[in-house]
């Protein structure tokens, strides 16, 4: 299972509203990544986990929450968002092998509108 | 068909070129660097990498080239087909013990039938 799932595909939310992206992934990795895109533009890197803990936060708004309950498991949580905010939120997983050789695997993302 | 990159982000070509999609990179420090393919609507998919010890290396009708003294990477596709049509980002990687790769703009690749 070479697969990272992302739910729910689709979200649209107010901006006094709490939500949560999540993101699943079974091959054993030990670093996850949550990263922001905008149409036309490349990812850009917010959190990385490493061994379920937050090892870079990169100067992300309080808005955004990451959470990993275990090595499987990352969600996002969100509350109080800007329209700005609307974007495809993407994660990934990689083995963390220490090698500083390692492949990302991408989920196919939520797309997120917010009103 | 040859793309500059980060000055011409779209590149169009006809089923059964061959592609070349250029990328220019930052940091001489960086000593890993990937390609990836993101398809409308997914996220982005692996296609092959390259340490900075090599300046060739071969897949699977792609090919990637890397001239550390200029700082320019590009991605080869032999016989393009219409399922190549992609954006297509380069990534590096600065090092340092950790793998957090920086995503390059981005060219989309255009393949008509």
């Known amino acids: 299972d070479t697969e990272v799932t992302q739910t729910p595909k689709h979200l649209v939310m107010g901006m006094t509203n709490k939500k949560s992206l999540k993101c699943e992934q079974h091959m054993g990795h030990r670093a996850m990544y949550w990263y922001k895109q905008k149409a036309k533009k490349p990812p850009e890197l917010m959190f990385v986990?490493?061994?379920?803990?937050?090892?870079i936060n990169e100067s992300v708004p309080s808005r955004f929450s990451p959470e990993c309950p275990n090595s499987s498991l990352l969600n996002l949580h969100l509350h109080a968002l800007q329209p700005e905010d609307s974007a495809l939120y993407l994660c990934a997983s990689s083995q963390e092998s220490g090698l500083a050789v390692d492949t990302q695997y991408f989920g196919p993302g939520t797309r997120l509108t917010v009103l | 068909g040859e793309s500059v990159g980060l000055h011409l982000p779209t590149l169009s070509v006809q089923e059964g070129d061959n592609s070349i999609i250029n990328c220019a990179y930052s940091?001489?420090?960086?000593?890993?660097f990937i390609w990836y393919k993101q398809e409308s609507g997914k996220g982005p998919q692996f296609i092959i990498d390259i340490r900075s010890n090599m300046d060739k290396r071969q897949g699977q009708r792609v090919t990637v080239l890397l001239n550390k003294t200029v700082k320019h990477l590009s991605l080869q596709i032999a016989a393009t087909q219409p399922g190549d049509s992609a954006v297509y980002f380069c990534a590096e990687n600065i090092g340092g013990g950790s793998y957090i790769p920086t995503f390059g703009r981005g060219t989309s690749l255009i393949v008509h039938p």
């Open positions: 940091n001489s420090a960086s000593d890993y």
């Open positions: 986990y490493s061994y379920e803990k937050l090892s």
